[in-house]
């Protein structure tokens, strides 16, 4: 029940807040440019901290491998199933185009906060203390000397999962 309580109040106040739309491949760029959108262009950057981890299992009867992602799953330690790869982490890759962009409404007011719904800056969501992290896809911004800056506070956007 904490877990739920603490996700709603991360949640609260967004419903009401103006979305910013993001573009992503040239593309859609390009025909927002034509159309006539004012638009915040940002830098995509590979974010190497977001991983998983995993171990490479094969069943003894069938040879038939897989993965397994948490420490605790019962078939690393059964007797019909054997380790063929040792934990190792991954790093995820998003398949993000290079050129990516805000839609900025036109009316928007200095000061005003609104919801980035697909973040282009790297932030991370949650970290797991047996490892694995992932990126933060939305955010509140403000919008202020014409640019969004997002109201990251890892203490409150960043989950830290302990298990």
């Given at each position: 029940?904490?877990?739920?309580?603490?996700?709603k109040s991360?949640?609260?106040?967004?419903?009401?807040?103006?979305?910013?739309?993001?573009?992503?491949?040239?593309?859609?760029?390009?025909?927002?440019?034509?159309?006539?959108?004012?638009?915040?262009?940002?830098?995509?950057?590979?974010?190497?901290?977001?991983?998983?981890?995993?171990?490479?299992?094969?069943?003894?009867?069938?040879?038939?491998?897989?993965?397994?992602?948490?420490?605790?799953?019962?078939?690393?330690?059964?007797e019909d199933?054997?380790?063929?790869?040792?934990?190792?982490?991954e790093y995820?890759?998003?398949?993000?185009?290079?050129?990516?962009?805000?839609?900025?409404?036109?009316?928007?007011?200095?000061?005003?906060?609104?919801?980035?719904?697909?973040?282009?800056?790297?932030?991370?969501?949650?970290?797991?203390?047996?490892?694995?992290?992932?990126?933060?896809?939305?955010?509140?911004?403000?919008?202020?000397?014409?640019?969004?800056?997002?109201?990251?506070?890892?203490?409150?956007?960043?989950?830290?999962?302990?298990?």
């Amino acid at each position: 029940m904490a877990f739920w309580n603490f996700w709603k109040s991360k949640k609260s106040g967004i419903d009401n807040l103006r979305k910013i739309e993001t573009l992503r491949g040239q593309k859609s760029i390009d025909n927002a440019i034509a159309k006539g959108a004012n638009l915040i262009f940002k830098n995509v950057e590979p974010f190497s901290t977001v991983k998983g981890k995993y171990c490479i299992m094969k069943n003894k009867k069938s040879g038939k491998k897989f993965k397994i992602y948490d420490f605790r799953d019962e078939r690393g330690y059964s007797e019909d199933f054997e380790v063929v790869q040792d934990w190792t982490y991954e790093y995820y890759k998003f398949e993000f185009p290079k050129e990516a962009a805000y839609v900025i409404p036109k009316d928007i007011k200095d000061g005003e906060i609104v919801l980035v719904e697909d973040l282009i800056e790297n932030f991370l969501s949650y970290y797991y203390n047996q490892g694995g992290s992932d990126r933060l896809k939305s955010c509140k911004a403000k919008w202020k000397n014409n640019d969004l800056e997002i109201q990251y506070n890892p203490n409150i956007d960043c989950i830290n999962v302990v298990g």
